[in-house]
């Protein structure tokens, strides 16, 4: 009975709701909702852009700015002119954290194997880090640049300097040591710093200009 009055309830409810419904009309202007290609905004960016010369002047700027990375990259961070001579040296073996496997699941090197670059890879030249900047650093790899034997034979690697202009003086390839992306890996904080291969391990000398050259 008490389901019956409430089920009775509402349906008079609903009525009296209905009996008093209204249709008040649309009051203002309803738009879709609509979103811009990006493709034709940034095309409309630069059609202005262009109107006014500032593409080209843009275009200018970052020729220029790009110019100026190549010809003089940022100096590498945290190096200084050595003050003494250290002798130390780097061994890049590497230890497999876990079994390397190939496409067939076969394992390659097992887990705790020990892999050394240089039992199949020989450094062939020695690597000169230097301050192109530093007209003592320049003087001394022009120096070891003139030593003759297979041995002592070198790459220039600058950390600070114009590796395009100093290539063209010394009419050899001279290099940039990127972000320090190898003196960071080899430990390297002082240069000049020269690095040859001894048996199965890298030996780097940071070198006091004047105490031994």
Same mark, same amino acid.
């Given at each position: 009975?008490?389901?019956?009055?409430? +089920?009775?309830?509402? &349906?008079?409810?609903? @009525?009296?709701?209905?009996? #008093?419904? *209204?249709?008040?009309?649309?009051?203002?202007?309803?738009?879709?909702?609509?979103?811009?290609?990006?493709?034709?905004?940034?095309?409309?960016?630069?059609?202005?852009?262009?109107?006014?010369?500032?593409?080209?002047?843009?275009?200018?700027?970052?020729?220029?700015?790009?110019?100026?990375?190549?010809?003089?990259?940022?100096?590498?961070?945290?190096?200084?002119?050595?003050?003494?001579?250290?002798?130390?040296?780097?061994?890049?073996?590497?230890? +497999?954290?876990?079994? &390397?496997?190939?496409? @067939?699941?076969?394992?390659? #090197?097992? *887990?705790?194997?020990?892999?050394?670059?240089?039992?199949?890879?020989?450094?062939?030249?020695?690597?000169?880090?230097?301050?192109?900047?530093?007209?003592?650093?320049?003087?001394?790899?022009?120096?070891?640049?003139?030593?003759?034997?297979?041995?002592?034979?070198?790459?220039?690697?600058?950390?600070?300097?114009?590796?395009?202009?100093?290539?063209?003086?010394?009419?050899?390839?001279?290099?940039?040591?990127?972000?320090?992306?190898?003196?960071?890996?080899?430990?390297?904080?002082?240069?000049?710093?020269?690095?040859?291969?001894?048996?199965?391990?890298?030996?780097?000398?940071?070198?006091?200009?004047?105490?031994?050259?």
């Amino acid at each position: 009975m008490v389901i019956r009055k409430t +089920v009775f309830f509402l &349906l008079c409810l609903g @009525q009296l709701f209905a009996c #008093h419904a *209204k249709d008040f009309g649309v009051h203002g202007k309803i738009a879709p909702i609509e979103e811009e290609d990006p493709l034709i905004l940034i095309q409309s960016k630069l059609k202005t852009m262009e109107e006014r010369g500032e593409l080209e002047r843009h275009n200018r700027e970052l020729q220029k700015k790009t110019k100026a990375a190549i010809e003089r990259p940022k100096p590498v961070e945290g190096l200084s002119k050595a003050i003494k001579t250290r002798i130390f040296y780097y061994d890049p073996t590497y230890i +497999v954290p876990e079994d &390397l496997k190939d496409h @067939q699941g076969r394992i390659i #090197h097992s *887990k705790g194997t020990r892999l050394n670059p240089l039992e199949t890879v020989i450094l062939s030249q020695g690597l000169l880090f230097f301050d192109g900047d530093d007209s003592d650093q320049v003087a001394f790899a022009k120096e070891k640049l003139k030593e003759k034997s297979t041995e002592s034979s070198i790459k220039l690697i600058l950390v600070k300097g114009a590796p395009l202009a100093l290539s063209k003086e010394l009419k050899v390839p001279v290099y940039f040591d990127q972000s320090g992306l190898l003196t960071k890996k080899l430990r390297i904080h002082h240069v000049p710093a020269l690095v040859t291969q001894q048996a199965l391990r890298l030996r780097i000398e940071e070198i006091k200009l004047g105490e031994k050259e």
